[in-house]
C-alpha cells in the first residue's frame, strides 16, 4: 500500500501560480501575508508544506479563498 501524503511540489506551484497570476512578488507576498520570504519560497519550491495557518495567511494576502487555492491543488492532483 502506497504512503498516502500530500505532494508538497503541487502545493507550492499552485501558490506560486496564484501569485504570479496576481502580479506579486514573492518579497510582496510574504509580507503581506506575515510569512517570512525564505519560508514563502521554500513552499513554492516544494521544500516546505505549509501550515493551514499559513495557507490562510496567503489565501488573505493573495485576496483568494483558501478553499481556491485547495480546489486548484486537488485538480492539480487529478492531473497526476
Known sequence: MSEMQLNPIVVGSVIAK???????TQEVLSGLADIGRTHLSAIERGERKPTLETLYRISLALDIKMSTIITEIEKEIEKQ
Open 18 to 24: 496564484f501569485r504570479i497570476q496576481k502580479g506579486i
